[in-house]
């Protein structure tokens, strides 16, 4: 799984760091969201899909093979 997120589309919500912390983050100065893991390990990908689902932005993007 490849993650990639579009900054410009976030809204600083803040879903996606509360479902996989491991590979989100926010910046501090606005919440705009920051990728930690650009390629998690698999325990985390329905952690990473469920975060992608419940992006109201819809800033981030999976690609899995």
């Known amino acids: 799984m490849k993650v990639i997120i579009d900054q410009d589309k976030c809204v600083g919500s803040g879903q996606c760091v509360l479902l996989a912390p ?3 983050d ?3 100065e606005d919440g705009i969201v920051v990728l930690l893991q650009e ?3 698999a325990e985390l990908h329905e952690d990473v899909r469920q975060a992608a689902r419940v992006c109201p932005s819809l800033a981030i993007w999976l690609e899995e093979p």
């Open 22 to 24: 491991d590979v989100f």
């Open 26 to 28: 926010q910046r501090d």
């Open 39 to 41: 390629d998690p390990p």
